[in-house]
């Protein structure tokens, strides 16, 4: 398994982890000038969620393979977090800013999975 599938496999075991809601993964490496290979989309059902969600990502992939992000935003209001692993980006939302920003509708024509809520 190449480097962004298991750093991708490893981001939605922090998302299950704290139940987060609604998991996609938004594959981009056919698009041309992406930003990254990878987007993770999800969403809790609070801020205080988000936060949990956001540090068990941070945890699980620390410990399982030893990277951290290159930056985190949003923590303080914990409406939207992103989460910059360089080849995978990940997008914690509150529900509310998640049904209003419809990232995955900008994607719609690349690889979109959606990973079944595991509770």
């Known amino acids: 398994m190449n480097q962004e599938k ?7 075991k922090g998302l299950q982890e704290k139940k987060g809601h609604d998991i996609v993964t938004v594959d981009l490496n056919e698009l041309s000038g992406s ?14 969620q988000v936060t949990a969600l ?4 941070w945890e699980t992939v620390n410990k ?9 935003h ?11 692993y360089g080849t995978i980006i990940v997008h914690v939302f509150t529900p ?11 994607w719609e024509d690349t ?9």
């Open 54 to 57: 956001t540090d068990s990502v």
């Open 6 to 12: 298991l750093l991708l496999e490893t981001i939605v």
């Open 96 to 106: 509310e800013l998640r049904a209003f920003y419809r990232l995955e509708s900008l």
């Open 35 to 48: 930003i990254c290979q990878y987007m993770v989309i999800c969403h809790g059902n609070n801020p205080n």
């Open 74 to 84: 949003g923590l303080p209001n914990a409406q939207w977090v992103g989460m910059d």
């Open 111 to 119: 690889k979109i999975t959606r990973i079944p809520d595991i509770y």
């Open 64 to 72: 399982e393979l030893k990277e951290k992000p290159a930056s985190v």
